[in-house]
């Protein structure tokens, strides 16, 4: 299926409200067919309306984002939900919603989640500029595929006792200790009980690479490859296992300029 994307927006803050308004209009592969101040007055027209997706906000009086979600009609539309507050993602992502947008919102983020938007529907644009060539390409990997783009930006890990969410953009490195794992940011770390395995496995692909049983490095913090060791743009020096410096020098090697 072809066509444009029919969006919606249900936002009761002016600012944020022109701010969609704006994204939506510099993508030609978008249309806008409705804004709404409030979630009760949405819940009574959207249904008629058939948007493709609505950019719902979570904190609104009388009815919230949540409840909202909670009431409409199935099957619901695709859903990016937008917020100030990252601690409502849980709870929108148990409702089946297909992204969600932190405030304050840029125009590449909100690219990548008209992309998961057109992933779920179905809806390919075939003009010549796209929402998903407006987007960084993503490096191949050693066999030559494009890895398919993480669901989203961040997980969440627990940490004494808490839920915290960490954003893949602000992962240095990954440390495996035993059924830990040590997880290296720009300024701390935190220590969370999960396996190196399984950790692997919420990790976008094309950002991070396995340098060793022991390590996970993000590639954007490789400063220097020197011999059979990383640096890090923290100064961490990680030595490359044996198994792993093929691949690892087949990665570093894409991004050479000679």
Same mark, same amino acid.
């Given at each position: ?23 939506? %209009? ?6 806008? !067919? $409705?804004?709404?101040?409030?979630? !009760? $007055? ?84 075939? %003009? $010549? ?77 094309? %950002? ?31 030595? !490359? ?11 570093? %090697? ?5």
């Amino acid at each position: 299926m072809t066509g444009l994307l029919r969006c919606a927006i249900i936002e009761d803050e002016p600012l944020a409200q022109e701010l969609l308004e704006k994204y939506i %209009r510099r993508v030609s592969s978008l249309e806008l !067919i $409705a804004t709404f101040d409030d979630a !009760i $007055a949405a819940f009574d027209q959207l249904p008629v309306l058939h948007p493709d997706v609505i950019f719902l906000d979570i904190n609104m009086p009388e009815m919230s984002g949540i409840e909202l979600l909670r009431v409409y009609p199935a099957p619901h539309p695709a859903v990016v939900m937008t917020t100030a507050n990252p601690n409502h993602a849980l709870d929108g992502f148990d409702l089946g919603v297909t992204d969600y947008l932190l405030k304050p919102i840029t125009f590449d983020r909100f690219l990548k989640s008209v992309g998961r938007v057109r992933e779920k529907t179905g809806k390919q644009t075939t %003009r $010549a500029t796209t929402v998903m060539e407006a987007l960084p390409t993503p490096a191949t990997d050693a066999t030559g595929t494009i890895p398919s783009l993480s669901f989203t930006d961040f997980i969440y890990l627990k940490t004494d006792k808490k839920l915290e969410q960490i954003r893949f953009d602000e992962i240095v490195f990954v440390e495996a200790l035993g059924d830990y794992v040590k997880v290296f940011l720009m300024d701390r770390y935190v220590v969370t009980h999960l396996t190196m395995t399984k950790l692997a496995e919420s990790l976008p692909p094309d %950002r991070f690479l396995r340098i060793n049983r022991s390590y996970i490095v993000q590639l954007r913090y490789i400063k220097t490859l020197d011999g059979n060791s990383v640096i890090t743009s923290t100064g961490h020096d990680l030595t !490359i296992g044996p198994n792993y410096r093929d691949s690892v020098k087949e990665r570093i %090697r894409q991004w050479l300029i000679t």
